[in-house]
């Protein structure tokens, strides 16, 4: 589960298992890949510029999720 918390480049993931975050661009180039255990973890975007992006979880099923960042 994805979603957003206190700031707007701050999102908090949920996963099931370990697992892999990948943040890609629009154009659909990676720009940010992350371990995430089976816990609760906060995921810091704030070096991405405002735009439109798209984060993936790799577990099965694969959960995808576009976010915007101002």
């Known amino acids: 589960m994805i979603s957003s918390i206190s700031t707007e480049k701050e999102f908090e993931i949920t ?39 798209v984060l993936k979880l790799n577990s099965l099923p694969q959960v995808s999720q576009r976010i915007a960042l101002q």
């Open 15 to 53: 996963p099931k298992e370990e697992d892999v975050l990948e943040v890609y661009s629009t154009a659909g180039k990676l720009l940010h890949s992350q371990k995430v255990k089976a816990k609760l973890t906060t995921i810091d975007l704030s070096g991405l510029r405002p735009g439109i992006y």
